[in-house]
């Protein structure tokens, strides 16, 4: 029997904090070797021996960040009831 492989979408979700513009804060130079050990280091601490990780690094947009930490906090700290 062939063995099958599946692509299954995940998420690392986290936030960042500075006084800087947003768009002076995030590198736009990370180079494709930067990314792969990236994609090494997630691989090998979150996952089991055997599971490839592909980033693909984003940011959330300013007018939605507010939306998206209280969302975080709520996974983190668990929804106030």
Same mark, same amino acid.
């Given at each position: 029997?062939?063995?099958?492989?599946?692509?299954?979408?995940?998420?690392?979700?986290?936030?960042?904090?500075?006084?800087?513009?947003?768009?002076?804060?995030?590198?736009? #130079?990370?180079?494709? %070797?930067?990314?792969?050990? =990236?994609?090494?280091? +997630?691989?090998?601490?979150?996952?089991?021996e055997?599971?490839?990780?592909?980033?693909?690094?984003?940011?959330?947009?300013? #007018?939605?960040?507010? %939306?998206?930490?209280?969302? =975080?906090?709520?996974? +983190?700290?668990?929804?106030?009831?």
């Amino acid at each position: 029997m062939e063995e099958q492989t599946y692509a299954v979408p995940f998420a690392l979700v986290g936030f960042f904090l500075t006084s800087k513009p947003i768009e002076e804060s995030i590198r736009n #130079d990370v180079t494709p %070797e930067e990314l792969e050990k =990236l994609q090494e280091i +997630i691989s090998r601490l979150l996952f089991t021996e055997g599971v490839q990780v592909a980033l693909y690094p984003s940011v959330v947009p300013p #007018d939605q960040a507010e %939306e998206a930490i209280d969302e =975080l906090e709520d996974m +983190i700290f668990g929804e106030e009831e």
